[in-house]
């Protein structure tokens, strides 16, 4: 075969496929061109609607969708160029795979489009609700309120978001039918189902919140306001236990209490959340229950806190009008109230009031006496709260305080009676009447403290024994000392008594 030959043959076989070559190279061009752009009207018309900044406001993550869709119409174009292609040059084997690919992509695509539909058409609602939502939530000024009352951020932002992702939740299940994935579709039902139906519960649970929160805010305000017009700060400034507390605010914010907790409770049970609900209302029931009893309990204590204030000005002004200062200085005490003097308690009595704090006697009786009142106060209001381990251990030092004091009004007694003995003893002028009324005093303190202590129920057997020693010790004490100081007195009588015996038996009257 020569060269003519070969070139002929080769051209006949080129000359036939070569248009069929240039057309699939000019589909494979112009598809190629169109798929760009595609791609690029599609990433413009995206850009437009600036939905790459609106997906990452929404996520609070940058993610490029607007390439991704771009992207995706370019190789869908280009699929078809390339399928175009390879039917023109008749390779079944490629076009064949690709055509079927394109065929589902097709068939496929209707509900790609519906779907995107649903979600553009739930995009839009959603956005229209927030704005609805937001607007009304700045119109009414309810927020700033709301935030402002819980010391919390403004909620008006969160309202919106969450209303706006609700939307899109509800318009889930039909996106995922239009494109039906049977695996996410019938969960996402289910779960709409119950959402929708749990709905009703949510907005009753909100509606008796936002009452309760405004009838609580509106009682709250009124009862600080009547409380603080009637003067009830003034009186807390001028207690010292209580200075700086606004009793106003206190009872304001405790009649909030009071009612915006059975609304919360009424909220969670209209929710039908009864794991919280059930235990959240049996709390409330035995707070209720218990509320007479605390209101007794704290008019008893205010009460009896008045009534002690009385008394004890009563009876400091009364012992102190008495001479009851002068008391311990009568007693030998002297020293037992430095501050006590006749100074003091004329310029107390000219201002008509007691002596302060505990300086003296009487304000000492004053205080004790207040002390026993709010004591007894306190015993009842615990009855009434049902602390009975706390009334039984206030009965019980109440009883011991009485003991201790008799105990001590003995041991004044004692101690007026010995210095009145030793001051007595003194007075007589004999040389022995130092240690004679030394010995009085301290034999007649003895005696006091032992029937003190015994009074007070201060381990009696101990004070038996110890008083049943003290007095055999000074028995054998005086018994030791008249027996040696009286040694020769004893001998010379018993010498005597000898004599005179000896005298009679040897007299003659006898003989």
């Known amino acids: 075969m020569d060269f003519s030959t ?4 080769f051209s006949e076989s080129v000359g036939g496929y070569l248009p069929g070559i240039l057309g699939a190279l000019a589909i494979l061009l112009v598809g190629w061109i169109v798929a760009l752009i595609g791609r690029a009207l599609a990433r413009k018309a995206l850009g437009a609607l ?4 609106k997906l990452a406001a929404q996520v609070q993550a940058k993610f490029d969708l607007e390439r991704t869709i771009a992207s995706i119409v370019f190789w869908i174009i280009f699929l078809f160029a390339l399928i175009g292609m390879f039917n023109v040059l008749r390779i079944d084997s490629v076009s064949g795979p690709l055509s079927a690919l394109a065929a589902s992509v097709m068939l496929y695509l209707p509900r790609v489009l519906l779907a995107a539909a649903l979600i553009l058409v739930a995009w839009l609602l959603a956005t229209i609700v927030r704005t609805i939502v937001d607007k009304a939530l700045a119109a009414t000024h309810l927020d700033d309120s709301l935030s402002k009352a819980a010391g919390v951020k403004p909620i ?9 992702w609700l939307v899109i939740l509800l318009f889930l299940p039909a996106i995922v039918g239009a494109l039906q994935i049977e695996g996410l579709m019938v969960p996402l039902m289910e779960m709409s189902r119950k959402l929708l139906s749990a709905l009703p519960d949510i ?6 919140g936002g009452i309760g929160w405004l009838i609580a805010s509106v009682l709250r305000g009124l009862v600080t306001s009547l409380l603080a017009t009637s003067g009830v700060d003034r009186f807390g400034d001028s207690r010292e236990g209580v200075r700086g507390v606004q009793i106003s605010q206190l009872g304001g914010t405790l009649v909030f209490i009071l009612v ?3 609304a919360l409770i009424a909220a969670l049970d209209a929710l039908k959340i009864e794991v919280i609900s059930d235990p959240a209302r049996d709390m409330l029931r035995m707070f209720m229950t218990a509320i007479p009893n605390i209101l007794a309990a704290a008019a008893i204590l205010a009460i009896a806190w008045f009534i002690g204030r009385f008394v004890s000005g009563l009876v400091s002004r009364l012992l102190l009008n008495l001479g009851f200062d002068r008391l311990p200085e009568r007693l ?3 020293q037992a109230f430095p501050a006590a003097g006749e100074a003091a308690s004329n310029a107390a009595q000219a201002e008509g009031s007691a002596p302060d704090a505990c300086g003296t006697p009487s304000a000492l009786a004053g205080s004790i006496a207040f002390f026993f ?6 015993v009842e209001a615990a009855h009434r709260l049902g602390f009975t381990g706390v009334r039984d251990l206030l009965e019980t030092f109440i009883g011991f305080g009485a003991d201790i004091l008799v105990g001590l009004v003995i041991l004044a007694i004692g101690q007026w009676l010995a210095s009145l003995a030793a001051t007595a003893i003194r007075r007589t002028g004999r040389s022995y009447s130092e240690l004679m009324s030394t010995i009085a005093r301290v034999a007649i303190l003895g005696l006091v403290i032992a029937m003190g202590l015994r009074a007070m129920g201060i381990a009696d057997q101990i004070v038996n024994l110890a008083f049943g020693l003290v007095l055999g010790a000074v028995a054998v004490a005086f018994a030791i000392a008249f027996g040696v100081g009286g040694r020769e007195s004893a ?6 008594w000898v004599d005179r015996y000896l005298e009679q038996r040897d007299s003659p009257d006898r003989k």
């Open 6 to 9: 070969w070139y002929t043959s």
């Open 50 to 53: 600036h939905l790459n900044q």
């Open 156 to 164: 008006a932002e969160s309202a919106g978001q969450v209303v706006y």
């Open 203 to 208: 907005i009753a649970a909100l509606a008796i």
């Open 260 to 262: 915006i907790v059975p």
């Open 332 to 334: 030998g005490l002297p």
């Open 373 to 378: 009142v709010m004591l007894f106060a306190t």
């Open 491 to 496: 001998g010379r009588l018993a010498r005597h």
